[in-house]
C-alpha cells in the first residue's frame, strides 16, 4: 500500500510555507470567482508565486475552478485556464461540464478532479469522468464507509475523501441572509450579520450554530459539527483511498497547521511502523485536536456511521 496523499486548504502563501512543515502533500486554491468555499483568496499572480514555492518542496498544487458558472463568466473562465497552462498547476478541480469543453476545446494538459459537491455518490459517476478525462473524483461528504470502499473498490479514477473540517449543508446563489427559512417554517436569528462575519444561523431549540457567509458565489451554510476522522482512519488506509482531505475553511491559520500536523503523524504511523503504532497514537491526536477545537464546533465522524442528522 502506498500513502494517502494529505490535502490541505491554505489560507495564505506564508501559511503554505507553514503547511509544508506540518506534512502536507498537496494544497487547494483559487479566487472566488472560479471555486467555491475557498480557505483563501489567491489571485493568478498568487498561485503562479504558490505554485513555484510548492513545487520546490516537491509538493502539489490544485486550483479550484468548481464554481457554477453561467455564460457570462466562461470568458473569464477560459483566459484563467490558459493561466494556469502557463504557470503549471498539477490539476484543476471542476464540478461544471463546462470546464471539460474549455480544456479540451484551449488544449489544455492540466489533469481534471471531479467534485460536484453532494451529487458524488456512486462508481458508475466517478467511471463516466474517468473516461471524459478526470484523473480523480471527489466523493460527497455524504457517504457512508461502506459506500466510500465499494466507489473505491470499483472506481477506476483516484479517489479524494474528506476526514477532516466543515461541511457545507446548503448553497444558493442568491443572498438570503435575513430570510432564510429552516426546519418547520421558523426564521432563525442571524448572529453577527452587520459585519458579515463571524455569522451563524442559530437554532435555539435544537442549540445549534450553523456558519454561515455569503461570498460571490452566493450563501453558505455548513454543518454544527466538525468532521473528525483522525481515530477512524484503518479502513480507509487498508482500502487504498487515494487523497484524504482536510477542509479548513473558516478556520484559523494555527488550527489549520495544529490538525495537518495531527494527521502526518496519523498516516506515518500507520504507512511507516504498522497498524499497531497508528493504534497507540490516534487517540493522543485525537485529544490534541479536542483541545484546540473552538467550543462551538463539537467534533464527529459526518456521515461514515450515520451519526449526523440535521
Known amino acids: 500500500m502506498k500513502k494517502p496523499e494529505l490535502l490541505v486548504t491554505p489560507k495564505s502563501i506564508p501559511h503554505i510555507k507553514e503547511l509544508i512543515l506540518a ?42 475552478v468548481n464554481a ?54 456512486n462508481w458508475f459517476q466517478a467511471n463516466y469522468w474517468g473516461e471524459r478525462g478526470a484523473k480523480r473524483a471527489v466523493l460527497a461528504r455524504e457517504l457512508s464507509l461502506d459506500e466510500v470502499l465499494e466507489i473505491k473498490e470499483h472506481a477506476k479514477p483516484e479517489i479524494e475523501v474528506q476526514v477532516h473540517g466543515m461541511t457545507c449543508m446548503f448553497q ?42 455569503e461570498d460571490l458565489n452566493g450563501t453558505h451554510i455548513f454543518s454544527p459539527n466538525d468532521m473528525c476522522l483522525i481515530d477512524e482512519l484503518t479502513e480507509l488506509f487498508e482500502a487504498g483511498i487515494d487523497s484524504l482531505k482536510f477542509d479548513g475553511v473558516l478556520q484559523t491559520e494555527e488550527y489549520i497547521v495544529t490538525v495537518t500536523n495531527c494527521y502526518r503523524q496519523a498516516i506515518d504511523a500507520y504507512f511507516d511502523q504498522g497498524e499497531d503504532a497508528y493504534d497507540d497514537l490516534k487517540n493522543k491526536l485525537l485529544e490534541r485536536i479536542e483541545i484546540i477545537q473552538p467550543k462551538l464546533r463539537p467534533l464527529d465522524t459526518g456521515f461514515i456511521f450515520k451519526e449526523t442528522v440535521y
Open 68 to 121: 457554477l458558472f453561467h455564460n457570462d463568466r466562461l470568458e473569464a473562465l477560459d483566459e484563467y485556464l490558459k493561466e494556469m497552462q502557463r504557470i503549471g498547476v498539477d490539476a484543476l478541480i471542476f464540478g461544471d461540464p463546462a470546464v471539460v469543453v474549455s480544456v479540451r476545446e484551449l488544449g489544455i494538459t492540466i489533469p481534471l478532479h471531479w467534485n460536484p459537491e453532494t451529487i458524488a455518490t
Open 172 to 213: 444558493s446563489k442568491r443572498s438570503l441572509l435575513g430570510n432564510y427559512f429552516l426546519y418547520r417554517g421558523e426564521v432563525m436569528e442571524v448572529e453577527n450579520r452587520k459585519e458579515n462575519k463571524n455569522m451563524f444561523l442559530h437554532d435555539k431549540e435544537r442549540k445549534n450554530k450553523y456558519p454561515i457567509y
Open 23 to 64: 506534512g502536507a502533500d498537496a494544497f487547494v486554491i483559487g479566487e472566488q470567482q472560479f471555486g467555491l468555499r475557498l480557505a483563501g483568496e489567491f489571485s493568478v499572480s498568487q498561485v503562479e508565486e504558490a505554485t513555484k514555492l510548492i513545487h520546490e518542496a516537491g509538493k502539489k498544487v490544485y486550483v479550484a
